[in-house]
């Protein structure tokens, strides 16, 4: 296992510039006719990432990542060592100007600590990015981040980049391509595969710890085709849709926290360490 930043080359300078192209995509107060196309041009590495991205998650893809990862057979970490872990990802060679991965973390559960929120959700947005630990286990950036979204159905047009969607092979399966797929009209996401990602994975380590909302908010996190597009209700259950006032009221948090300042991780390490002890055992399956 390598803990090597050179580990999440291309085409994405660093993982994080997925991030901050979704931020920018929905910065706050932007109305709709600010939206505009994306392409080759303004953001080529963009781009190509997710051309990278919508030609490789195919629905054989996504079962055998689900084998792989969902019986959290990698080994345990203490909540804080994956942190860490995931800190390595890092640049080191501009610390000053970027965040790390645990400054984003922390922004993102102080916004909502302010906020007066539980003390649950604080939790979730504390982890909510700690998937991207695939990263380290040497998974391309096309199966860590990204816009999620269900595989072995149609791909919405509400998806960023959907043309990339013509070089996936699952577009010449018949069966895939019906608006409902393999899956029966509302039969609830947790019948859905959806998309690779660091999403599906913190979900699966947290998921015995945390309140069911905080489930919705860390599996769905990047599922912008749904939560700010409103696409794929009709694969959604009644309490899917219920659930995503949660995954709604988070949203803002994970996307717009980052222009605070940086918070003083030492100072709040403490606090942390509580809560994570209130809610998690010692040490975390992978
Ligand atoms: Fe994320
Ligand atoms: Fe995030």
Same mark, same amino acid.
């Given at each position: 296992?390598? &803990?090597? %930043?050179?580990?999440?080359?291309?085409?994405?300078?660093?993982?994080?510039?997925?991030?901050? =192209?979704?931020?920018?995509?929905?910065?706050?107060?932007?109305?709709? #006719?600010? =939206?505009?196309?994306?392409?080759?041009? $303004?953001? %080529?590495?963009?781009?190509?990432?997710?051309?990278?991205? !919508?030609?490789?998650? @195919?629905?054989?893809?996504?079962?055998?990542?689900?084998?792989?990862?969902?019986?959290? @057979?990698?080994?345990?970490?203490?909540?804080?060592?994956?942190?860490?872990?995931?800190? @390595?990802?890092?640049?080191?060679?501009?610390?000053?100007?970027?965040?790390?991965?645990?400054?984003?973390?922390?922004?993102?559960?102080? $916004?909502?600590? &302010?906020?007066?929120?539980?003390?649950?959700?604080?939790?979730?947005?504390?982890?909510?990015?700690?998937?991207?630990?695939?990263?380290?286990?040497?998974?391309?950036?096309? &199966?860590?981040?990204?816009?999620? =979204?269900?595989?072995?159905?149609?791909?919405?047009?509400?998806?960023?980049?959907?043309?990339?969607?013509?070089?996936?092979?699952?577009?010449? #399966?018949?069966?895939?391509?019906?608006? !409902?797929?393999?899956?029966?009209?509302?039969?609830?996401?947790?019948?859905?595969?959806?998309?690779?990602?660091?999403?599906?994975?913190? *979900?699966?380590? @947290?998921?015995?710890?945390?309140?069911?909302? $905080?489930? *919705?908010?860390?599996?769905?996190? #990047?599922?912008?085709?749904?939560?700010?597009?409103?696409?794929?209700?009709?694969?959604?259950?009644?309490?899917?849709?219920?659930?995503?006032?949660?995954?709604?009221?988070?949203?803002?948090?994970?996307?717009? #926290?980052?222009? &605070?300042?940086?918070?003083?991780?030492?100072?709040?390490?403490?606090?942390?360490?509580?809560?994570? $002890?209130?809610? =998690?055992?010692?040490?975390?399956?992978?």
């Amino acid at each position: 296992m390598s &803990a090597d %930043p050179q580990i999440q080359n291309g085409p994405l300078d660093q993982l994080d510039q997925w991030d901050d =192209f979704v931020a920018s995509r929905y910065r706050e107060g932007k109305d709709q #006719s600010e =939206f505009r196309v994306y392409d080759e041009q $303004a953001t %080529p590495g963009v781009a190509e990432f997710y051309r990278l991205n !919508h030609t490789h998650q @195919t629905l054989d893809f996504v079962l055998a990542k689900e084998k792989e990862y969902c019986g959290l @057979t990698r080994g345990k970490r203490t909540p804080w060592d994956a942190l860490e872990y995931l800190n @390595t990802l890092v640049d080191d060679s501009d610390p000053d100007t970027d965040l790390s991965q645990i400054e984003h973390l922390m922004q993102t559960s102080e $916004a909502i600590r &302010a906020d007066g929120h539980p003390r649950w959700m604080v939790l979730a947005g504390f982890v909510h990015d700690l998937g991207k630990v695939l990263c380290l286990y040497g998974e391309p950036q096309w &199966a860590v981040v990204g816009d999620t =979204f269900p595989v072995g159905c149609a791909f919405s047009d509400q998806i960023v980049f959907h043309k990339y969607f013509a070089h996936n092979p699952d577009t010449k #399966s018949p069966e895939y391509q019906t608006l !409902h797929g393999i899956y029966e009209p509302n039969c609830g996401l947790e019948k859905v595969h959806m998309s690779w990602g660091h999403d599906e994975y913190i *979900y699966h380590v @947290t998921r015995d710890y945390l309140p069911e909302p $905080a489930h *919705y908010m860390l599996r769905y996190h #990047s599922f912008y085709p749904a939560h700010r597009h409103g696409a794929y209700r009709h694969l959604m259950s009644a309490h899917d849709e219920k659930m995503f006032d949660w995954v709604n009221t988070f949203n803002p948090y994970d996307l717009y #926290s980052k222009g &605070a300042a940086k918070p003083d991780v030492k100072a709040l390490r403490p606090y942390y360490e509580d809560l994570m $002890a209130e809610f =998690f055992p010692a040490e975390l399956a992978w």
